[in-house]
Nanobody
Framework: QVRLVESGGGLVQAGDSLSLSCAASGFTFSHYSMGWFRQAPGKEREFVAGISRSSSSIDYADPVKRRFIISRDNDKRTIYLTMNSLNPEDTAIYYC????????????????????WGQGTQVTVSS
C-alpha cells in the first residue's frame, strides 16, 4: 500500500522557520522524483519545490526561491522542506507527492504529473 505521510506543520509567526517531513512507503522510493505542493483557501494547488531521484536536480517556484530548501534521504525514504523567512502568503496546506521519473526527465511542476499524494499538513503564518 502506497503511503505518503507529511508532518511538521503548525502555526508560526512571520519571519519564523519551519521544517516539514514526508515519509514514503509502498513503492520504490529511489525511482521517484518528489515534490512539495501547497494549496491555500480558494486557490489552486501550486508547485513549491521538487527534487530528482538522486537529488542531482532541484527546482523551486519563484515565491519560495532562496527561502525554502528541499532535500531527501533515500535510505530513510523521506523528503524534507525547510522553510525560512515565512510570511502570511505561505499559509496553506502543504502536500508531498511522488512522480515516477524517467532518469533524464526534468522535475515536473504540474500536479497531474504526480502519481501519489499525501494527505497534507497545515502551515499557518501569522503576521
Amino acid at each position: 500500500q502506497v503511503r505518503l505521510v507529511e508532518s511538521g506543520g503548525g502555526l508560526v509567526q512571520a519571519g519564523d522557520s519551519l521544517s516539514l517531513s514526508c515519509a514514503a512507503s509502498g513503492f520504490t522510493f529511489s525511482h521517484y522524483s518528489m515534490g512539495w505542493f501547497r494549496q491555500a483557501p480558494g486557490k489552486e494547488r501550486e508547485f513549491v519545490a521538487g527534487i530528482s531521484r538522486s537529488s542531482s536536480s532541484i527546482d523551486y517556484a519563484d515565491p519560495v526561491k532562496r527561502r525554502f530548501i528541499i532535500s531527501r534521504d533515500n535510505d530513510k525514504r523521506t523528503i524534507y522542506l525547510t522553510m525560512n523567512s515565512l510570511n502570511p502568503e505561505d499559509t496553506a496546506i502543504y502536500y508531498c507527492a511522488a512522480n515516477r521519473q524517467i532518469l533524464t526527465a526534468p522535475i515536473q511542476r504540474g500536479p497531474n504529473e504526480y502519481d501519489y499524494w499525501g494527505q497534507g499538513t497545515q502551515v499557518t503564518v501569522s503576521s
